[in-house]
């Protein structure tokens, strides 16, 4: 599968797929993030899900739906194996061996959205962004983590002021430094205790 395949960089705030137009490409990501977000009609898009080097970007397409209505951001630059969506397929279709690698990560993507769904809905900003940031620091190899307080706002779908006040929060815990748009994980283990359940749901699913 790999000769079929090109490597490429991601570039920040690159377009991997857009809302409802066809996936003609998918993406084994190597290193960076990439964010699958809903589009909302205020134009302020929410985060869904997170893909990072465990991950496919154009799964859709595999599962046999040409379009998403959803969109796939570059949130922070790495590297990525890029083939064609048809050629994928057909080898998806074919392989046994490829489906028992990829069909579980369906499942822990399909986890992922629902478990953020859940958690956008009942707990509070500050173990949210813990959330967020135990999934990022989780797939980004890069300290610190080049985000700012606008990026965060739109990602989890709250104003600048909560991320403001949910990352002082957790900085006088000492569970991150926050300097100029960087963040550092410096005690993941509070970092943990402070974050819902959702992280551990999700984590534990990604790792079976």
Not at 86 to 98: E, G, I, K, R, Y
Not at 118 to 127: D, E, L, P
Not at 131 to 147: E, N, Q, S, Y
């Amino acid at each position: 599968m790999l000769d079929l395949s090109t490597a490429i960089v991601l570039p920040l705030g690159g377009v991997l797929h857009s809302p409802h137009q066809k996936i003609e490409t998918c993406y084994f990501i190597e290193s960076g993030i990439v964010s699958i977000v809903a589009p909302l009609s205020d134009g302020q898009p929410i985060e869904v899900g997170v893909v990072g080097s465990e991950g496919l970007v154009g799964l859709p397409a595999l599962l046999g739906a040409e379009y998403s209505p959803l969109e796939a951001i570059v949130q922070l630059t790495g590297t990525a194996l890029r083939i064609d969506a048809t050629t994928l397929v057909s080898l998806f279709d074919t392989s046994l061996p490829l489906r028992r690698i990829i069909l579980p990560y369906v499942q822990a993507t399909q986890v992922q959205t629902s478990q953020t769904a859940a958690c956008n809905g009942r707990h509070q900003t500050v173990q949210r962004l813990a959330r967020w940031l135990l999934i990022v620091d989780d797939k980004f190899a890069m300290r610190p983590m080049p985000v700012t307080q606008e990026y965060l706002g739109m990602m989890l779908g709250v104003r600048r002021q909560q991320i403001t006040i949910a990352a002082a929060a957790l900085q006088r815990a000492g569970v991150i430094a926050y300097f100029r748009g960087q963040i550092m994980v410096t005690d993941r283990t509070g970092l943990e205790a402070m974050a819902c359940e959702c992280y551990g749901v999700v984590a534990r699913e990604v790792s079976r």
